[in-house]
């Protein structure tokens, strides 16, 4: 059998057994994760969860109270000054001069660098270009948000640090946002966000982490940490057939979320696609309905989401 050893160049960020407190509140209860280079990790978890924290230790804000964090290679705490030119950060809050000019943030920012993109590309990436004259304080929010973006890759960095970077962006930013960030995945940069958009997870991240009050509680690529999870099998309400005559199926009742302001019945089908319990649950539905001689508009059968991994996670944790 071979054995392969993983060297610094292949995997950018190593987190073993990290624990952090404040005063004596244990924030993170010693997490692991790696993520190797070029690859794109996303952590999520609930408020609170320690995400902020963990993130900043890896930006050598503070050093780890327990166990080891590595990135490049290097303590981020000790090597601040070395990671630093390497290593792009989008905070949640961001720093910026209001009095400031867009073309004078991004100049301000590319002089702290040794081989920076040109102001241009810079802002063509985020597209920004037509405010370059414009003030920081006169940006929407979420503008200020792509400036944030364009100072955090600016230095071309080998690590991007992404903190909610999508937050206050319209849908037609938050897509372009996702392209870049796709790009310079494919060009090489290891990034590592933090979100709250699920969506944005299941879209862009090769290996996702859910943290909930300081532990990682489930990890692995989108596929793996749904499996297991089973299907959804849902359905509006028929109007002739009231929430309590639904049917039970296995001996479970089905769960009623609100959609478009109707709602909607939903089965949560354990053992997932290969039994055909799917199959036998639509059957069973649909035999009920013939029965009664109502119709199942919007019938559909899909795999559990991440969303519905992560509200399982909290739930089983309250
Ligand atoms: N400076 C601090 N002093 C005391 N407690 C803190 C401090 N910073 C964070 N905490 C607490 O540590 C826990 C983890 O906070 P953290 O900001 O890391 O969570 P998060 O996962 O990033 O949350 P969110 O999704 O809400 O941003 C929270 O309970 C928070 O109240």
Redesign the pocket.
Known sequence: MSTQTLTHTDTAVEVAGLRQS??E?E??KGIDFTVPSGGLFALL??????????IEVLEGFRPAAGGTVRLLGLDPYRSRKALRPRVGIML?ESGLIGDLTVAETVDLWRDLHVRPMERVAALALVGLTDKSGVRVRQLSGGQKRRLDLALAVVGRPEVLFLD?PTTGMDPEARIATWRLIQDLVAAGTTVLL?T?YLEEAERLADRVAI?HR?EIRIAGTVPEVVAGHGDRVAFLVPAEAPIDSLPRIDGAAPEIVVDDGRPTARYTVTGGEPDGRAHRTVATLLAWATSRNVTLNRLSVRPASLEDVFLTIVEENR
């Not at 978890?45 to 963990?54: C, H």
């Open positions: 404040y005063g509140f924030a993170v978890g609930t408020n609170g969860a320690g995400k902020t924290t963990t949640q909610e933090t709250h943290m300081g």
